[in-house]
């Protein structure tokens, strides 16, 4: 049988997990496919793109930190984000553990993103930024925002490699055209090296 491959929005508040013995909201409330598991998590109080999917070769390789795969965040900090801010962010900044690697880091307008479930009151007028990151260590953009000295109050995952959030709501799914599935599979081949993946992205840089 052919492999499920479903991009799904998380709402806020949702474990990326099928299962939880407290209690708490899971994907099970919205999916209902047999055998899918996420590819790379979300956050509890993060929201957005999730690839749900049950070819296990795929997951290991999309969540296999050597090759980089580029996921992009719309990310509401508090307070007006300056320029300073933004070229630290891109350089990469100093946090907990590790310095992180360089970054796409602007500021955007105000996002047009349907409203969190739980309300946001900031101490200070917030702003909206795009950060694109390479690595996904726990918590990243949180921690690299605050170093900056703005606080991430509002988290959306908006691009994983090919995908796109677009036209989806909080707790909707689809399933990956078939242009999708190409673009995604090609991303990262089976048995294709990090060297070989390295050389690429030169090549295409």
């Known amino acids: 049988m052919p492999h499920r491959y479903i991009l799904f929005y998380k709402p806020y508040d949702v474990l990326c997990t099928f299962t939880d013995l407290t209690g708490r909201k899971t994907l099970k409330a919205y999916i209902s496919v047999p055998g899918v598991y996420a ?57 907990p553990g590790w310095h992180t690697l360089p970054c796409i880091a602007t500021a955007i307008p105000e996002s047009s993103l349907p409203p969190r479930s739980k309300p946001i009151t900031p101490h200070a007028p917030p702003s909206w930024i795009e950060v694109t990151l390479t690595e996904g260590k726990k918590r990243q953009i949180r921690h690299m925002t605050a170093a900056v000295g703005f606080p991430t109050l509002r988290l959306v995952r908006v691009v994983i490699g090919p995908l796109i959030l677009g036209n989806l709501e909080p707790g909707e799914w689809r399933d990956l055209t078939k242009n999708e599935q190409k673009a995604l599979l090609g991303m990262v081949k089976p048995g294709q090296s990090l060297s070989n993946q390295t050389e690429k992205g030169n090549k295409e840089s």
Request: glycine share 8%.
């Open 39 to 95: 590819a790379g998590r979300l956050d509890r109080d993060s929201e957005g793109l999730l690839l749900l999917t049950d070819d296990g070769s795929l997951i290991r390789r999309l969540t296999d930190p050597r090759f980089h795969i580029p996921k992009t965040y719309w990310v509401q900090v508090e307070g007006q984000i300056t320029p300073q801010a933004l070229e630290q962010l891109s350089r990469g900044v100093s946090i």
